[in-house]
């Protein structure tokens, strides 16, 4: 079944740490995605890639870094300098970043808290 | 820039009962308009998109929204709710003359459902 796979789904960390979260997607899409998710606060975007080697800053980069070496993965790194770290954190993919009024497709999430 | 407005961050509402959760957006352009569900710790599913067509869109699990541009709203509504329909929803706008595919969230609106 094709589908997005994050990794870790919970994960505990002491402040000061950096922390890699995992996105694997098998769907042969272009685009991918990071979101982070706070209550009430809805989805904000941290990351997006349109294609390998090429991503861009969202709405709320800051603290944040990621990669895109390979078209099926797109890893977050969560810094130190991220004040507020604590969050669920949901990585997607879509067909392509220009595919207007496209669907995205969403893994299952990683809680981070940090301690 | 776009936004999402979910009036009421929770509703609760009886089982068989209609349910109708608001959304309205701002957008300076013609947008693309979706409603997603959340069930919890997992990722977002799509229920239905608004794309230009059809003002009235039929979704997945009975669900249906209508957009009405002389409001700017997108409000879903389902005939008979069942339990199973318990979980969050997100309304999302995207720029349909932007260079991409990101979603502006709105703040989500958590259903419960009573027996």
């Known amino acids: 079944d094709g589908g997005i796979t994050q990794s870790p789904k919970y994960l505990f960390r002491k402040e000061g740490q950096n922390v890699t979260l995992s996105c694997e997607q098998n769907l042969n899409h272009d685009a991918m995605y990071w979101y982070r998710q706070d209550p009430g606060q809805g989805l904000r975007l941290i990351y997006y890639?349109?294609?390998?080697?090429?991503?861009q800053k969202g709405d709320i980069a800051e603290g944040y870094s990621v990669s895109r070496e390979k078209k099926e993965s797109f890893p977050l790194t969560v810094t130190s300098a991220q004040k507020n770290p604590t969050a669920f954190y949901l990585c997607?993919?879509?067909?392509?970043?220009?595919?207007?009024?496209?669907?995205?497709?969403f893994g299952e999430g990683s809680r981070l808290t940090v301690l | 820039a776009q936004s999402v407005t979910q009036l009421g961050s929770h509703v609760s509402v009886s089982e068989g009962a209609l349910v109708l959760l608001r959304c309205n957006y701002s957008?300076?352009?013609?947008?693309?308009l979706f409603w997603y569900v959340q069930y919890p710790n997992q990722g977002l599913q799509l229920l239905l998109k608004?794309?230009?067509?059809?003002?009235l869109v039929k979704g997945i699990n009975d669900f249906e929204a209508e957009f009405k541009k002389s409001e700017t709203s997108f409000h879903l509504t389902k005939p008979s709710a069942h339990m199973s329909d318990a979980a969050e929803y997100f309304c999302a706008v995207s720029d349909s003359e932007a260079a991409g595919n990101k979603l502006t969230f709105g703040g989500g609106t958590r259903v419960l459902v009573k027996p």
């Open positions: 608004y794309t230009s067509a059809a003002t």
């Open positions: 957008s300076s352009v013609p947008p693309y």
């Open positions: 890639s349109q294609i390998v080697n090429d991503f």
């Open positions: 997607a993919s879509s067909i392509d970043l220009a595919g207007f009024g496209g669907e995205l497709f």
